[in-house]
Nanobody, 116 residues
Framework: QVQLVESGGGLVQPGGSLRLSCAASGSISSIAAMGWYRQVPGKQRELVASATNGGRTNYGDSVKGRFTISRDNAENTVYLQMNILKPDDTGVYYC??????????WGQGTQVTVSS
């Protein structure tokens, strides 16, 4: 099993920045990729960004050029730097770990609200 603990959410004005962190523990050696998803009421959870162990990254179309995902493998932590935030970025952000054998684990989620 893998445990994920997110931090860094909050309220920010449009155009501002936030950095989310997610610390992983447990079966760390089984993690193949980590990522961030977000969900708003009435919509499906959507990919924001992901990064494989090999360093390949993938971003949702709406965040390309504004968000950056990074991993600190020594600290078993994944970060999401979010810049030029927009009201549409508001939602609950979930950290995710995909294991080598296909299982996926989720964090508890952290609220991000972009509003003036």
């Amino acid at each position: 099993q893998v445990q994920l603990v997110e931090s860094g959410g909050g309220l920010v004005q449009p155009g501002g920045s936030l950095r989310l962190s997610c610390a992983a523990s447990g079966s760390i050696s089984s993690i193949a990729a980590m990522g961030w998803y977000r969900q708003v009421p009435g919509k499906q959870r959507e990919l924001v960004a992901s990064a494989t162990n090999g360093g390949r990254t993938n971003y949702g179309d709406s965040v390309k050029g504004r968000f950056t995902i990074s991993r600190d493998n020594a600290e078993n932590t994944v970060y999401l730097q979010m810049n030029i935030l927009k009201p549409d970025d508001t939602g609950v952000y979930y950290c995710s770990a995909l294991l080598t054998y296909g299982a996926r684990y989720w964090g508890q989620g952290t609220q991000v609200t972009v509003s003036s």
